[in-house]
Every structure is written in C-alpha cells, then in structure tokens.
Nanobody, 125 residues
Framework: QVQLVESGGGLVQAGGSLRLSCAAS?????????MGWFRQAPGKERDFVAA????????YYADSVKGRFTISRDNAKNTVYLQMNSLKPEDTAVYYC?????????????????WGQGTQVTVSS
C-alpha cells in the first residue's frame, strides 16, 4: 500500500503564498510514480491543479493556476511540493495529493491510484 500525507495548508490573505508538501510512504511506493495535486471547493467537483512525471522533468498545470503555482518533487525524500503564489480567494479548497503507478503525468483524477486525506487552504480577501 501507499500512504500520502499532505501538509502546509492554512489561512492566508489574498496575494500571499503557501507551500504544500506531500510525503509518500509504503512498501509499494516507487519513485517512478507520477504525482498530482487536485482541489475541491465546497459544493464543487474535484479539479485538477498540477501534475509532475516521475523524474520531475515534465509538469502540467490547470489554466487557472498557471504562472502562479509550481509543482516539484524530491525523490530522495519521496516528497512532492506545490508552491502557491499570488493566491486568490477562489483558490480556497481542500487540496489533495495523488500518486499514479505510471511514470507519465496525468490531469485525470480517475487515472490516479492513491490519494491523501487533503489539507485545507483558505484565502481571505
């Protein structure tokens, strides 16, 4: 099994920054897994935010966060990060980390095999 634990969420004012972390562990976790971040606001569906391939050499972002968020990973630490800058109130959501048993990144939630419990990000205006 694979366990994913997110951290770094919190309350921030509009224009501020946060860095989310996702620590992966488990006997079957591999650094060859692609990773992604998704978010879900109250009353809305879960949306794709960003994804990264196994090596970190390929990333992909939702249009709504492009230029403001950066996904990265440290395979030596089995950790993926989401640096969020210029935050807006509409970024308020629970953010979920996900792992995919493939080297290729994906923006489709159904293609991910493991999910964390989520971390709340609240951006005040």
């Amino acid at each position: 099994q694979v366990q994913l634990v997110e951290s770094g969420g919190g309350l921030v004012q509009a224009g501020g920054s946060l860095r989310l972390s996702c620590a992966a562990s488990g006997r079957t976790f591999s650094t060859y897994y692609a990773m992604g971040w998704f978010r879900q606001a109250p009353g809305k569906e879960r949306d794709f935010v960003a994804a990264i391939n196994w090596s970190g050499g390929s990333t992909y972002y939702a249009d709504s966060v492009k230029g403001r968020f950066t996904i990265s990973r440290d395979n030596a630490k089995n950790t993926v990060y989401l640096q969020m800058n210029s935050l807006k109130p509409e970024d308020t959501a629970v953010y979920y980390c996900a792992a995919r048993s493939s080297i290729y990144r994906s923006d489709k939630g159904r293609e991910y095999d493991y999910w964390g419990q989520g971390t709340q990000v609240t951006v005040s205006s």
